[in-house]
């Protein structure tokens, strides 16, 4: 069964270090996603993305934040200078358009750990 | 912005029957959908309902009214994995809003 990808499955940086979180969504997908989930908190939208530009982004994702569509396979989130709250685990979430576009189906996430 | 409410956790019976509510008040409103999540992994989907009433699919259910802003996800014949957190969370425009999730304890 297809699946969203995301890797590492686990980064350590130090405060104000740029990390790049890497997703390759399901392959026919079309809108994509990212979430964050601090530990025992809720999870929380933070930028929708499709056909190659940014829709919709939330309050969290301010200017240390960008994402991109380097190729026809991945999706990243960049984190410019990360800062000690930027702890979490970071979802990518992907859904197909069409009928079921509103299914979103997430990875297995990426854990931030910053220092 | 965005409030979505669901009981912090409940307990049940291997076998039994267990109803979860939710309820939401949102800006927009394009579906409700239901996740379950097991400790430290992703949010795995389980239903989706965009219509008034009852979605079934095989152990679980979900229900929805509109006019009520309020939805509930039933898990019958429970099962030792059912053990995890159940996420309600309202779709609008392009973003999936959530709850803080509800700890199911399944007890042999």
Not at chain 1, 18 to 45: D, T
Not at chain 1, 61 to 69: C, K, L, M, N
Not at chain 2, 7 to 32: H, K, W
Not at chain 2, 69 to 77: A, I, P, V
Request: aromatic share 14%.
């Amino acid at each position: 069964e297809p699946e969203v990808t995301q890797t590492p499955s686990h980064q350590v940086t130090q405060m104000g270090q740029e990390v790049i979180l890497r997703c390759v969504p399901i392959s026919n997908h079309l809108y994509f996603y990212w979430y964050r989930q601090i530990l025992g908190q809720k999870v929380e939208f933070l930028v929708s993305f499709y056909n190659n530009e940014i829709s919709e982004k939330s309050e969290i994702f301010d200017d240390q934040f960008s994402v991109e569509r380097p190729d026809g396979s991945n999706f990243t989130l960049k984190i410019r200078s990360t800062k000690l709250e930027d702890s979490a685990m970071y979802f990518c979430a992907s859904t197909q358009g069409g009928e079921a576009k509103n299914i979103q189906y997430f990875g297995a996430g990426t854990r931030l750990s910053v220092l | 912005g965005q409030n979505i409410d669901q009981p912090t956790e409940m307990t049940a019976t291997e076998g039994a029957i267990v109803q979860i509510n939710c309820t939401y008040q949102t800006s927009g409103f394009n579906g409700l959908f239901w996740y379950q999540q097991h400790a430290g992994e992703a949010p795995t989907f389980l239903s989706y309902n965009v219509l008034d009433g009852l979605e079934e699919k095989g152990r679980f259910s979900s229900f929805l009214s509109r006019s009520k802003g309020y939805s509930y996800l039933l898990l019958k014949e429970l099962q030792m994995k059912d053990s995890a957190s159940y996420l309600c969370a309202v779709l609008t425009d392009y973003k999936l809003s959530f709850g803080a999730g509800t700890t199911v304890t399944v007890r042999a």
